[in-house]
């Protein structure tokens, strides 16, 4: 369990274990981005399929920034903040690099030379019910997975906050547009 | 062109030994309903049930600007106070109002820190209402947050706090209202939230009061919503069953801000409210 579990979890080792697993335990159990389906345990052990996982990480976060180009409002809000945000799902980090509001670049880690400003570490289960287009209660904002024992946020909160707004949107910019056609 | 039937004016109260200058909102005519406004907002947040006929034709609905919000100015020499609420004030400003406005037993509604509110009126001042509405509200939770964020030099405490409470706003709320609540945010005074939370994060003392509610002289119903973060489903059961007799709504598709956030899907809830309050007909009796 890493240290970072503690705290969040309203005091209930499930949530914690289903927070935060050990690491080789999250890549067997919780890597279940988008479109792709669960897998046995001895073939998510294969690493050139958790690279493909990855590389499906990868391009959704690739997916938000594109997205962010074409959302001026956000770039406005956003005019501000060049910082690096770790982003950690189900123990593997990335790194989302801001400069002045736009993303410029998405890095896969770990690193332990990459500093950044605040983390959101999460779940891929957890990320994924964030990203659908209504969210089931606590998976619809990233506070309210931490609330839920299902993530954490750690590092300059002040940072995030200050940039509250501008943060959770961007994230949410991979989240499923169904609801604007109903 | 449509002009709506809601109705502004000023009353002044004395609170503390001074005097408040409050804005207050009504439509309607029939059983008077006081209807609190959360922390860190103002009376918009009822506009959409002050704008329903089917509602108002039977229900005088009255909201108010607690001071130091909307409309209702700060006491003088504000400037050099550090606004914090407290429980012992907010009961008197309500009590004052209704004393004010001349209102005879009124169903006190309120939500989120206005529903906290009307909880501890329903257990220290219940001959003054006829019944207690208490939505999005319990016992006591201690801040998931810093509410030193929201006051500060280097920042809007205004834009920090509608981003942090639109956390508390359903997926299921149309967008335009979603926005038309956190509005009221982005609006609220410099320190006013903080003070609005500290008195709803630190004071616990209505715990031991809810045995003590009579439910059978003064109804109690308790509404929340499946994404409140602040107050969640667990909290207001929590609640409702430390008060016999009190009753309890769960909203699945609903929020912390209900009646504004998504009108159309608090309304329901809010008549089957006041359908559990006594009526005017039996209160004249």
């Known amino acids: 369990m890493p240290a970072a579990v503690s705290g969040d979890t309203n005091g209930d080792p499930t949530l914690a274990n289903m927070a935060f697993p050990e690491r080789s335990q999250a890549r067997v159990l919780t890597h279940t981005l988008a479109g792709m389906a669960q897998r046995p345990a001895i073939v998510a052990a294969i690493p050139q399929l958790m690279n493909a996982w990855e590389a499906k990480v990868i391009d959704t976060f690739k997916q938000i920034q594109t997205r962010l180009e074409d959302t001026p409002h956000l770039l406005r809000l956003g005019r501000l903040f060049s910082e690096t945000v770790l982003i950690e799902v189900g123990g593997d980090e990335f790194y989302l690099s801001f400069e002045k509001g736009h993303i410029v670049s998405v890095a896969h880690g770990p690193s332990r030379k990459t500093p950044w400003r605040f983390a959101l570490r999460t779940d891929a289960d957890a990320l994924n019910k964030f990203w659908e287009a209504r969210p089931e209660p606590g998976f619809h904002d990233i506070f309210g997975l931490v609330k839920i024992g299902r993530g954490r946020i750690d590092g300059d909160i002040l940072s995030l906050v200050k940039n509250l707004r501008f943060f959770k949107e961007v994230l949410s910019l991979a989240r499923a547009k169904e609801e604007l056609a109903a | ?285």
């Open chain 2, 1 to 285: 062109m449509s002009i709506e039937p809601i109705t502004g004016r000023y009353v002044t109260v004395t609170v503390g030994g001074a005097p408040r200058r409050i804005y207050f909102e009504e439509a309607g005519q029939g059983r008077p309903v006081i209807c609190l406004h959360t922390a860190g907002a103002d009376t918009r947040q009822w506009r959409h049930l002050m704008n329903d006929s089917e509602i108002t034709a039977s229900n005088r609905l009255i909201a108010f600007d607690m001071p130091w919000h909307g409309k209702s100015l700060p006491p003088e020499g504000f400037e050099t106070q550090e606004y914090l609420l407290t429980t012992e004030a907010y009961i008197e400003t309500v009590l004052a109002v209704i004393d004010g406005l001349g209102l005879d037993r009124p169903v006190l509604a309120g939500c989120s820190m206005g529903g906290r509110i009307a909880l501890q009126i329903a257990a220290l001042h219940p001959e003054k209402f006829s019944g207690f509405i208490a939505i999005e509200a319990s016992d006591f939770q201690p801040a998931w947050y810093d509410i030193d964020w929201f006051h500060r030099p280097d920042a809007h405490g205004g834009e920090m706090g509608a981003a942090l409470v639109s956390a508390n706003i359903s997926p299921h709320a149309p967008n335009s209202e979603r926005w038309n609540t956190l509005w009221m945010f982005m609006q609220s005074g410099p320190g006013v939230f903080r003070g609005d939370l500290s008195f709803y994060t630190r004071d616990d003392s209505l715990i031991p009061r809810l045995p003590t509610i009579d439910t059978r002289a003064t109804p109690v119903h308790i509404i929340v919503g499946a994404y409140d973060l602040t107050c969640t489903p667990e909290d207001a059961e929590r609640t409702a069953k430390a008060i016999p007799g009190a009753t309890l709504a769960v909203m699945d598709e609903l929020g912390h801000f209900p009646m504004s956030e998504h009108p159309e899907g608090f309304r329901p809830f809010f008549v089957d409210a006041l359908e559990k309050m006594p009526s005017p007909a039996a209160k004249a009796a």
